[in-house]
């Protein structure tokens, strides 16, 4: 049995070199620092509650999103860079107003 899933492994590592990085940022991102698909569907979750929060606070007149950029980056896991996550997300086309915003607060650095 655990030859197989080594060889498995071989095989997967094997597509991934393949994989159109420039196409698919955020599925590569994921494959590289093995999360599960419980870590994905928490940052989707987490992205769907930023997005929601931004555009009600930018229906509240506000322009800087900070906090919660702050909110994204703590709730990430930590094998996960949030730089890199933020753009993987936008390049990918996947919450895109909020990753530009993201992205926006980050070039001001």
Not at 3 to 14: G, I, P, S, V
Not at 23 to 44: A, E
Not at 60 to 82: D, I, K, M, Y
């Amino acid at each position: 049995m655990e030859e197989r899933l080594a060889t498995l492994e071989y095989y997967m590592e094997l597509l991934i070199k393949q994989m159109d990085h420039t196409r698919f940022p955020w599925d590569g991102l994921i494959i590289r620092v093995k999360l599960s698909r419980r870590d994905v569907q928490s940052i989707y979750e987490l992205c769907e509650r930023l997005s929601k929060e931004m555009e009600k606070q930018k229906a509240e007149g506000f322009v800087t999103f900070s906090p919660l950029l702050t909110q994204f980056r703590q709730a990430l896991p930590p094998n996960l860079p949030w730089e890199e996550t933020i753009d993987a997300l936008r390049s990918q086309g996947l919450y895109i107003s909020l990753m530009d915003e993201f992205h926006k607060l980050i070039k001001k650095k």
